[in-house]
DNA sequence: TAAATTGGCGCC
DNA sequence: AAAGGGCGCCAATTTA
């Protein structure tokens, strides 16, 4: 296969656009038959025109380079037709992704987020459930995510939607970072339904070869592969009868019997442990988790045409950050990234941002101190140890990451002390967060993404428990549920702004792929990574694209603060050869 | 028998 | 060196 076309004709003329400002917002539904319904929008949401209704979908957006945002009820419902017709468009309004966010919040996380649901909602009638989430077909088409029509919504009811949407951005805590958030996510839908098309380029033969050297021949009846094989059987030779390595149980009972008590067979418990099954076992455990997860079967599942086509979910956790729905697309094991390979000619950009959490940490919080550490695109812990650690960039690193997470013990609880005395406004910021979440309270993030609301104390009456202090004084040090919602919503924050500051790159990225006019096609995002595979002529443009993407993210998200945010890059043919 | 949970480990 | 946050996937086991 040659290099990846960029589709011939688009919805995007960058000289057009320029000729005629893109300050129209439109409607657009599909309906049975491959036609569209479509109107012209005021300020306020509400149609500026008649209601059109054109025989083809495609054509209808297509004939409109001038429209500056597609309010849509789903970009997974309408966009992969136009993508798989050649069209891409420039920014859209994801109805249903704004409902989510907006029920998150005003604290009604949970409730039914459809746009038939929200029109139901506003008109007092009674709320039809989600239809449940279906995990993703290996080889599906794109075009075939959703159903097509409007999933029962007339397009009048999803005006009035969408008017009201409007209406409830301006009712929230920060209405423009309301705004930004779900223009982003829509954005971020967009690149989501690209990615899934363009593909992250991979060889099977690469792959192939891959398995074979870890694994072994395969046999023919299905079973585990050679080496697996004598690996198990190392395992029982070391046991002196026959254990059974994938299975958990049978190697806790195995040890006992050899005189050695574990509570799991989890890896550091193993390592520490004076056995010759220790080896084999935990040989075995790595390469088990290959052939199952990213295995032959894998590879027959999910490559197709040497491109991997994930089904990403854009704010697929609560925190903001994305979800593959099947192919593990975020858990690709580094070695199997040897068979991510560019086409002839072309390039990976693999860019990786740079302690992207605590950058974070410092531009909401504020911190002066932690601001002027992070205002260098140099190592950020270096930074941190020379101002408050005496050099030691392990100390800094682990005390700036328990207070991320919300360590309960260990030497990073003593290092967060010092952390505090230095940085004071950053770790407010993250133990508030846990307070509110220890309290019941919800937390959001910079641009107010709202974490799920407590469980009802209802449940733990049931569960029998005390309402009072459930932990009592004597209680384990890492408390009990109320203690496990504060490391949540301490982390939440963080994670989650981050997740925030991420959709902005990545929208502010397409922006400018497009923009230049570039062939550079992004086919990977995962938190804080992103791969753009172009032609090795573009590599350069797109190594400041990206850039130049990270700042304007942090910017646009957080206002003007000092801190950057820089990336690792590298031009690489293959994944693996970037770190 | 199907769905939910558990243990383990891959990624960030 | 371990543990604190977020996920998905697999196989086995338990529950409904």
């Known amino acids: 296969m040659g290099g990846p076309a960029r589709p011939a004709s688009g919805a995007l003329s960058v000289a057009g656009a320029r000729l005629a400002p893109m300050t129209e917002r439109w409607a657009v539904a599909a309906v049975d038959g491959g ?38 009820r789903s970009t997974a419902g309408i966009y992969p037709r136009l993508l798989a017709a050649g069209v891409r468009v420039e920014r859209c309004y994801d109805i249903e992704c704004a409902e989510l966010l907006l029920l998150g919040h005003a604290g009604r996380l949970g409730e039914p987020r459809s746009a038939a649901a929200a029109l139901a909602r506003l008109d007092g009638a009674p709320v039809p459930p989600d239809p449940p989430a279906r995990s993703a077909e290996p080889g599906a088409q794109s075009s075939l995510f959703e159903p097509p029509s409007g999933a029962g919504v007339p397009f009048e009811g999803l005006l009035r939607v969408y008017a009201d949407q409007l209406r409830r951005h301006d009712a929230a805590e920060h209405p423009d970072r309301m705004r930004l958030l779900t223009a982003s996510e829509s954005a971020g839908m967009l690149v989501a339904a690209e990615m899934h098309r363009d593909g992250l380029p991979w060889r099977a033969d690469v792959h192939r070869e891959l398995l074979t050297g870890l694994l072994g021949e395969r046999y023919a009846g299905g079973g585990e592969p050679r080496r697996l094989a004598e690996l198990a059987d190392e395992v029982s030779a070391a046991f002196g009868r026959r254990v059974r390595p994938d299975l958990p149980a049978d190697v ?44 032959w079967s894998w590879l027959q ?65 504020r911190d002066r101190g932690l601001m002027e550490v992070a205002g260098h695109d140099g190592d950020l812990y270096k930074a941190l140890s020379d101002r408050a650690f005496s050099g030691d960039r392990e100390h800094a690193k682990l005390a700036m990451l328990g207070a991320i997470y919300g360590q309960t013990s260990g030497d990073g609880l003593k290092n967060l002390a010092a952390l505090r005395r230095r940085f004071p406004l950053a770790v407010a910021y993250v133990d508030d967060a846990a307070r509110a979440g220890e309290e019941g309270r919800v937390v959001r993030t910079w641009l107010g993404r709202t974490s799920p609301p407590a469980a009802s104390a209802g449940q733990d009456e049931e569960a029998g428990l005390p309402q009072e202090d459930p932990e009592g004084s004597g209680g384990a040090p890492d408390g009990g549920p109320a203690r496990a919602r504060g490391r949540f919503t301490r982390n939440f924050v963080v994670q989650g702004s981050a997740a925030d500051w991420a959709l902005l790159m990545l929208a502010a990225l ?58 690792t890059t590298a031009v690489v043919e293959r994944y693996a050869d970037a770190k």
């Not at 479509?38 to 209704?53: E, K, Q, S, Y």
């Not at 009972?253 to 080896?279: C, M, N, Q, Y």
């Open 35 to 72: 036609g569209a319904l479509l109107a012209p929008l005021a300020r306020d949401g509400t149609p500026a025109g008649p209601v059109l209704a054109e025989p083809d979908l495609v054509e209808a957006v297509r004939s409109r380079p001038g429209v500056a945002r597609w309010v849509w």
């Open 252 to 295: 806790v009972k195995a040890f006992a019997r050899a005189g050695i008590p574990v509570k799991s067979t989890r890896r550091w418990e193993l390592e520490e442990l004076d056995h010759p099954a220790v080896e084999p076992l935990i040989a075995y455990k790595k390469l088990y988790r290959i052939w199952t997860a990213h295995g």
């Open 301 to 365: 599942d999910w490559v197709r045409e040497g491109r991997f086509r994930p089904e990403y979910q854009p704010g697929g956790t609560v925190s903001g950050r994305w979800t593959t729905n099947g192919g593990g697309a975020l858990q690709i094991p580094k070695v199997i990234r040897q068979a991510v390979v560019a086409d002839p000619g072309w390039r990976l950009v693999v860019a990786d941002a740079d302690q992207m959490e605590p950058r974070v940490l410092a531009a909401i919080s």
């Open 510 to 567: 397409r922006r400018t792929i497009f923009e230049q006019g570039l062939r550079a096609q992004l086919v990977f995002f995962q938190h804080d990574e992103v791969i753009v595979h172009c032609p090795a002529e573009e590599s350069a443009a797109v190594v400041e694209a990206i850039r130049a993407a990270g700042e304007l993210a942090g910017r646009t998200a957080f206002g003007r603060t000092p801190v950057r945010f820089p990336f």
